[in-house]
């Protein structure tokens, strides 16, 4: 048998052994890679994602699914959303200060 040059798994099965080869492409494994970067600050959003074959990453956002094919447009969603963020902590900060001077009153 000729060898791919991917790594194979052997895996036990009742009498037989089982071969498992890795079934992507270098340029699907090269596409998914490109959304690491956008997967780590979603997570850091404490959103749900799943990555989807072949390369695509779904996020979850109220119940609303949302796929993402190209990593430019995740990061455009990610600043959309960070920038949501900062505003709504600025408002609690106005708020909070707002509160702590009536009770200085």
């Not at 990061?75 to 408002?91: C, H, M, S, T, Y």
Request: glycine share 4%.
């Amino acid at each position: 048998m000729r060898r791919c040059g991917r790594p194979e798994t052997w895996v036990p099965c009742s009498t037989t052994t089982i071969s498992v080869f890795p079934d992507f492409t270098q340029q699907v494994q090269e596409a998914k890679r490109q959304f690491f970067q956008g997967k780590q600050q979603v997570q850091d959003l404490k959103l749900d994602y799943n990555i989807l074959y072949p390369a695509q990453l779904r996020v979850i956002v109220k119940g609303r699914a949302l796929i993402f094919t190209d990593p430019k447009e995740l990061e455009q969603f990610i600043a959309k959303k960070e920038a949501k963020g900062l505003q709504q902590n600025v408002r609690q900060s106005a708020v909070d200060t707002a509160e702590e001077m009536d009770d200085v009153e």
